[in-house]
C-alpha cells in the first residue's frame, strides 16, 4: 500500500511551514531549503518544475516530517498498522559531559564528532543533493517488515483492503474531507483532501491530527462491511437532500467522535461541542428528549449506514430509537414536532421559522381562513411565518 501526497499540498505545506519557523527565529530548515531550492533556477526552464517538486518532498518526507501526521493518523484509525518505535542509545562522551541520542543502527565515532561545522555543512547538502537526485519513486511505501511492525488483526483487516491512500491540497474548508473511491472493485483508494495551512504552524499539529483522525474515521466506516455504506439516493427536492444530507453528516459526526472519545483519542470536537451542534438542529424536540437521544447515540457502539440515513430522514425513527414514550412525551407529541428544515405544511417549503401554535397568536378569522384552503389543517400543525403573514393579509388584520 503506498501513500501519495500532491505536489500542489507539498508544495505549499512546505512554504508555509518554513516560512513559520524563519519567523519564529528557527532558519536551519529554512537556509537548508534555499541552498538547495536556489540554484535551480539556473536550470534550463522545462527541468525546474520536477527539481523543485523533488526538493519540495525530501523536505514534506524527511527533513520536517509532515507526512508523519497523516501516518501517525492512519494508525490511530487501525487503518494500517501500528509502528514499532525505534530504540535510542545515548552515547556519554568523555568528560561528564551530557550524552547524544543516536537512533539505533546509526553509525557514531569519537572521529566523527571532532568533524567542523564546515565540513558537516557540506555533508548535508551532499546528502541531501544525492536522496534529490534517486527521489524518482513520489509515493510512502508503508513498511511491511515483521520485525518493524506490531500487527493488530482489525488493522491487518482494514491495512490489506487498501490499494493507495491520496492526500490532496483542498482548496477551502468546504473542500476538505475523505473519500474513498473504487470501493466496489474491491481495491479502494483512500482520497483525503486537507488544507496546506494546517501544515504551517508546529503548535497546532495537534488540530492538524484531529480533523486527520477524524476524517480517515469515516473513510474506515465506508470500508467496513458491518457499516455497509452505499451512495443511497435521497428523494426530495433539492432543499430537502440538503437537509437530510446535513443531518446525515451530523449523526456520522457523532458516532465518528463518540468513538474516538472512549478510545481517548482528540477529535476535532468534544462531546458537548457536538451536542450544540445536534441542539440547533434539533431544538424543537424537549429538552429532555434531546439530551436523551443524543446520549443514545453517543453510547451506541455499531450503527449501520442504512440505520444514520434513516434517522436523518425520518424524526420518528430518531426519537424511536432513542425513548421511550410515557405519559409526558408521547407518540403523539412527537408528530407535532417542527424542526428547522422542515417542510411547511401549507405552501411545502422548507421552513426554518416556525410558528408553533398559529391559534394562539392570530386572529379567529386568520386560522378559518388556512381552513377554507387546507381543510385538515390543525393549528397545532403549525405553519411557516410567511404564510401565516399572508393570511393575515387576507384576513386583514395585519
Given at each position: 500500500m503506498k501513500i501519495n501526497y500532491s505536489p500542489q499540498l507539498m508544495e505549499e505545506g512546505v512554504f508555509r511551514h518554513?516560512?513559520?519557523?524563519?519567523?519564529?527565529?528557527?532558519?536551519?530548515?529554512?537556509?537548508?531549503?534555499?541552498?538547495?531550492?536556489d540554484p535551480i533556477y539556473e536550470l534550463p526552464?522545462?527541468?525546474?518544475?520536477?527539481?523543485?517538486?523533488?526538493?519540495?518532498e525530501l523536505f514534506f518526507r524527511e527533513k520536517l516530517q509532515l507526512g508523519d501526521h497523516v501516518l501517525r493518523a492512519l494508525e490511530a484509525c487501525?487503518?494500517?498498522?501500528?509502528?514499532?518505535?525505534t530504540p535510542k542509545k545515548v552515547l556519554a562522551p568523555a568528560g561528564g559531559e551530557s550524552g547524544v541520542a543516536l537512533e539505533e543502527g546509526d553509525e557514531g565515532s569519537a572521529e566523527g564528532s571532532e568533524e567542523t561545522d564546515a565540513e558537516s555543512e557540506s555533508s548535508e547538502e551532499a546528502a541531501g543533493a544525492e536522496l534529490i537526485e534517486t527521489l524518482d519513486d513520489t509515493s510512502t511505501v508503508v513498511d511491511e517488515d515483521k520485525s518493524e511492525i506490531q500487527y493488530e488483526e482489525e488493522d491487518r483487516l482494514f491495512e490489506e483492503k487498501i490499494k493507495e491512500i491520496t492526500i490532496k491540497r483542498a482548496i477551502n474548508k468546504v473542500d476538505e474531507g475523505s473519500n474513498v473511491l473504487n470501493r466496489v472493485s474491491g481495491l479502494p483508494v483512500i482520497e483525503m483532501r486537507v488544507l496546506a495551512s494546517r501544515f504551517a504552524n508546529p503548535e497546532e499539529m495537534e488540530e492538524l491530527g484531529a480533523f486527520l483522525v477524524h476524517e480517515f474515521?469515516?473513510?474506515?466506516?465506508?470500508m467496513d462491511p458491518e457499516f455497509d455504506y452505499e451512495d443511497a439516493f435521497i428523494p426530495g427536492n433539492p432543499s430537502m437532500k440538503n437537509l437530510i444530507t446535513a443531518?446525515?453528516?451530523?449523526?456520522?459526526?457523532?458516532?465518528?467522535?463518540s468513538r474516538l472519545a472512549r478510545k481517548k483519542i482528540m477529535s476535532v470536537m468534544t462531546k458537548e461541542s457536538r451536542y450544540r451542534?445536534?441542539?440547533?438542529?434539533?431544538?424543537?424536540?424537549?429538552?429532555?428528549?434531546?439530551?436523551?437521544?443524543?446520549?443514545g447515540l453517543w453510547l451506541t457502539e455499531k450503527l449501520t449506514h442504512e440505520e444514520l440515513l434513516s434517522m436523518a430522514t425520518d424524526l420518528e425513527t430518531l426519537i424511536s430509537t432513542y425513548i421511550d414514550y410515557s405519559e409526558d412525551f408521547t407518540e403523539e407529541d412527537q408528530?407535532?414536532?417542527?424542526?428547522?428544515?422542515?417542510?411547511?405544511?401549507?405552501?411545502?417549503?422548507?421552513?426554518y421559522n416556525w410558528v408553533d401554535d398559529p391559534e394562539s397568536v392570530c386572529d379567529e378569522m386568520v386560522i378559518e381562513a388556512i381552513q377554507i384552503d387546507f381543510q385538515d389543517w390543525e393549528s397545532k400543525d403549525g405553519a411557516c411565518d410567511r404564510c401565516i403573514e399572508v393570511y393575515e393579509l387576507r384576513a386583514g388584520t395585519s
Open positions: 518554513l516560512n513559520h519557523l524563519e519567523r519564529s527565529g528557527m532558519r536551519a530548515d529554512y537556509d537548508e531549503y534555499h541552498s538547495l531550492a526552464e522545462d527541468d525546474r518544475e520536477e527539481a523543485f517538486a523533488k526538493v519540495n487501525g487503518l494500517i498498522p501500528k509502528r514499532q518505535k474515521m469515516h473513510a474506515r466506516d465506508m443531518r446525515f453528516r451530523l449523526l456520522w459526526n457523532i458516532f465518528v467522535d451542534e445536534f441542539d440547533n438542529y434539533y431544538r424543537k424536540i424537549p429538552e429532555q428528549q434531546r439530551r436523551g437521544i443524543f446520549e408528530e407535532f414536532i417542527h424542526l428547522q428544515g422542515s417542510p411547511c405544511p401549507l405552501c411545502k417549503f422548507p421552513t
